[in-house]
């Protein structure tokens, strides 16, 4: 019997439709700031769905495209100045960065209270200590699609493929914190499919294409695949997907799985960040 498909795409849609009714509450638009270093095409393609969510959702939005070869120094001021316009709640710094930025640095640059991607060292931190507010995107809507199986999480063995700090690692203390016994594998994991065929949630995020096959999967288990690699010009995760959805109780697709929901969750962080500060946008008064 096939899993049961996990739709990012549908689940991204309902997240947005939410989003829309709490916006109508406001006195005030939303808005995100995206920042652009460099012309990579599919940092461009994202941030051209990035702007069309906030359009559906009725935020206001911004793309400030910078030449790849600004000084760090150049590019930390330009964030800073973001931090300090009302009219903004949420910044997000598009990556990759180009070589010679320390990306953790100009992250870092982003007030907490602005972080729409929740990667700074106060949001990444509040993980350790079970204050979730704003969470990585990506994982967050990891967490989502697990919720929408209506399948427990407390007591169940949670497998993170993968230990990145955009991804792994921040789903795994999510998982955690909902009370999920949490294994972490990665490249220097020994025998990794002993591993995950224990796992009742499997969480797979290595860029290796279809590295997770029937065999390693446990009958019934969950499974997200955060992987998204081009083989052949065909796009596919990090899950070998025909063959697993045969043993799987739930999986998600690529594309259309975990993609989608990584967006939504951007606008989700940006109008909880725009609610917090909960001021009008000086071009409304």
Known sequence: MSATLLNGTLLAKRVRSQIRKEVKKLTFTPGLAVVQVGEDPASTIYIRHKQRDCEKVHFHSEVHRLPAEIPQRRLIQHVESLNERQDIHGILVQMPLPDGID???????????????????????????????????TPAGVIRLIE????????????????????????????LNRHATVTYCHSRTNNLAAVTQSADILVVAVGKPELITADMVKPGAIVIDVGINAVDNRLVGDVKFDEVKEVAGFITPVPGGAGPMTRAMLLQNTLKLASARGQRAPTEN
């Not at 209270?113 to 704003?134: M, Q, S």
């Not at 700090?165 to 203390?173: F, H, I, M, W």
């Open 148 to 175: 929408s199986t209506a399948q427990p999480i407390a007591g169940k063995h949670a497998v993170c493929v993968g230990r990145s700090q955009l991804v792994g690692k921040p789903v795994g203390l999510m998982l």
């Open 103 to 137: 990306a953790q640095a100009v992250i870092d640059a982003i007030a907490p209270d602005k972080d729409a991607d929740g990667l700074t060292p106060v949001n990444l931190g509040n993980l350790l200590i079970d204050r979730e507010r704003i969470t990585p995107c």
